[in-house]
């Protein structure tokens, strides 16, 4: 009986594979979609997918959209699968995005800033209408093949000049590598922005909203946000030198928070810094304002917000070991409910048995 009950759930499975095929083309009624059309045409989608896959590559994040049927979290577990079967071949170079060839670079603390500031491509300002006019092709923007990165100094660069703002947190040795070793607590602070440039865009944003609201005391200004190309190098053994390999599109954030000062530090303003793949405003912003609030005992803070808990925040931002404890849930769970049912069948019966004497607490 136990053969033909997996022979059962096989067949079962085997069609309800083939019936989400179907649905994922539709009726067949009108021309169906390929990878290279998100890819061009839905961006912001194919960005976050890349940042939540862990994985930088616009053509397999957008097969992957296309085969969840633009579930963006099954998309991302789809490219986090695949990445843990390529080989790791190198380490890249530490990137500098004082070099980035920025499409996007404002600041919401300074007016006028050394290079200006540049708004690129943003809904920022636009009224919240749907646009029934079906969208217009336009000619790309041809960039001068001549076109060099032009260092900018970042806005925080000037309160630096003045001691207004902490220095800039510096890494202590070797950065580590979640993709080669498991988190372990207590997490330094290159852990932490590995897990959070990973973790899920909603939960950031939902975490980073509550320190605005007082749970993790706050005052956030976007110092600087950037969004643009930037170089990635490497060191072949057999060269010894960088040479680089091609440009990925990244944003960065950088958020100044109000600190009144401490035993060991006067008041001035620090840092909180977000970073990850592609055009994600949001997903940038949300993680500088967590990465500050989890900086709270480092500062001499009270830690009492879940902002600030680094290990209740690191332990729940992914969104694929999220999906996984969650959805586990659909799986058959017979035999763990046969035995719950029959628990409580029996301390029913025992609490029957008892009865009046059973006090209001029920015991």
């Known amino acids: 009986m136990a053969y033909v009950a997996v022979k059962g759930g096989e067949a079962a499975i085997a069609a309800a594979h083939a019936w989400l095929a179907r649905v994922r083309r539709g009726d067949g009624a009108g021309p169906g979609i390929d990878a290279a059309q998100i890819a061009r045409q839905l961006g912001r989608a194919v960005d976050r997918v890349m940042a939540e896959g862990a994985l930088h590559d616009r053509e397999l994040a957008a097969m992957a959209i296309l085969q969840a049927q633009g579930d963006l979290i099954e998309a991302a577990f789809l490219l986090r699968a695949y990445r843990t079967t390529l080989p790791r071949l190198i380490d890249s170079e530490p990137i500098d995005t004082g070099l980035m060839l920025t499409q996007r670079r404002i600041s919401a603390i300074f007016k006028d800033l050394p290079g200006g500031q540049r708004l690129g491509p943003t809904t920022d300002y636009t009224h919240r209408l749907l646009d029934f006019a079906p969208p217009e092709p336009s000619p790309p923007i041809e960039a001068s093949p001549d076109a060099e990165p032009v260092p900018m100094p970042r806005a925080t660069d000037l309160l630096g000049a003045e001691a207004l703002i902490e220095p800039d947190p510096a890494s202590a040795g070797e950065p580590g590598d979640l993709t080669m070793r498991p988190l372990a607590f207590p997490a330094a602070r290159d852990q932490r922005l590995q897990a959070l440039a990973r973790g899920d865009e909603g ?48 944003t960065e954030c950088q958020m100044v928070n109000q600190f009144a000062g401490s035993k060991t530090a006067p008041p001035q303003f620090t840092r909180g810094y977000g970073l ?77 048995a008892s009865g009046p004497e059973r006090d209001d607490a029920g015991v």
């Open 276 to 352: 990850c793949f592609g055009h994600a405003d949001r997903k940038a912003m949300a993680m500088a304002l967590v990465d500050r609030a989890m900086r709270a005992g480092e500062l001499g803070e009270a830690i009492a917000a879940p902002a600030q808990n680094v290990e209740f925040v690191l332990s729940h931002c992914d969104n694929i070991e999220a999906t996984g404890f969650v959805e586990h849930l659909k799986l058959p769970h017979h035999v763990d409910f046969q035995s719950e049912l029959e628990t409580i069948r029996a301390m029913r019966a025992e609490a029957m």
């Open 203 to 250: 939960f950031l944003l939902a975490l980073g909203y509550s320190t605005q609201r007082g749970y993790g005391h706050t005052h956030p200004f976007v110092g600087e946000l950037r969004m643009g190309e930037v170089a990635i190098s490497i060191v072949p053994p057999e060269l010894g030198f960088a040479i680089e390999i091609g440009d990925v599109v990244l």
